[in-house]
């Protein structure tokens, strides 16, 4: 149980333009979901929060109308790169809390390539 | 700003020897989480530990969260090149309630 759903896991898109990743809960609702980014060798580095039926919560320095969240329902929050340049190119992964105390649940992850 | 120091950074051992991961803030948790991480894929939960002075063990594997639950440490025993990856440790609560404090990472190579 407790399985989280990232799409897609790999995607290349030219500079300038959008790319939306999906992460979904399959088997819990999830009201908080979270987004990370991670470089090469690094570790994760929180995005936002995403908050069902709410706007997101982005951590300081992450740019707000680059990166748009919408967490429309209990399962599905989802990551939408605008405008897309190289520097954005990065690992993305989304994680949700299943509350079953033993620790969130990860998506495989996004290797999202700008050209 | 909740901040979880991590080392080493790097360790590379040869198959057999053992090592430990440290993660120390001076910060209290109300739990504390170690992931796995493998390259191109997110990470997975090895344990959580919650209850300060608390040991977990997982085959080769043993967890410890510090009395004051302000730190942890993972001991691998006969580490095996399948232990390879980018470990994690993580806190949950403190200052940042429901956001997941992580630490550096550390990246393990257990040359065979």
């Known amino acids: 149980g407790a399985v989280v759903s990232q799409h897609p896991s790999r995607v290349i898109c030219k500079s300038g333009t959008s790319v939306k990743i999906e992460c979904r809960s399959l088997?819990?609702?999830?009201?908080?979901m979270f987004w990370y980014r991670q470089f090469p060798k690094k570790s994760l580095m929180l995005m936002a929060t995403?908050?069902?039926?709410?706007?997101?919560?982005?951590e300081q320095g992450v740019e707000k109308d680059k990166f748009l969240i919408n967490h429309a329902s209990l399962t599905l929050s989802t990551l939408t790169v605008t405008s897309a340049h190289p520097e954005d190119s990065s690992f993305y992964i989304c994680?949700?809390?299943?509350?079953?105390?033993?620790?969130?649940?990860f998506g495989s992850g996004t290797r999202l390539t700008v050209v | 700003t909740q901040l979880l120091e991590q080392s080493p950074q790097f360790l590379s051992i040869q198959e057999g020897e053992n090592l430990t991961v440290y993660c120390n803030s001076s910060?209290?948790?109300?739990?504390l989480q170690w992931y796995r991480q493998e390259p191109g894929e997110g990470p997975v939960l090895l344990v959580t530990?919650?209850?300060?002075?608390e040991v977990k063990k997982l085959k080769r594997l043993t967890f410890q969260f510090g009395d004051a639950r302000k730190d942890s440490s993972l001991h691998i025993t006969a580490a095996q090149p399948g232990d390879t990856g980018l470990y994690l440790c993580?806190?949950?609560?403190?200052?940042?309630?429901?956001?997941?404090?992580f630490g550096q990472g550390t990246i393990l190579t257990v040359h065979p």
């Open positions: 994680s949700a809390d299943p509350h079953s105390l033993y620790g969130y649940t």
């Open positions: 088997d819990f609702q999830a009201t908080t």
């Open positions: 995403s908050n069902e039926g709410s706007k997101a919560t982005y």
């Open positions: 910060s209290v948790f109300s739990s």
């Open positions: 530990v919650v209850t300060g002075g």
């Open positions: 993580a806190g949950l609560g403190g200052t940042s309630y429901g956001k997941l404090t």
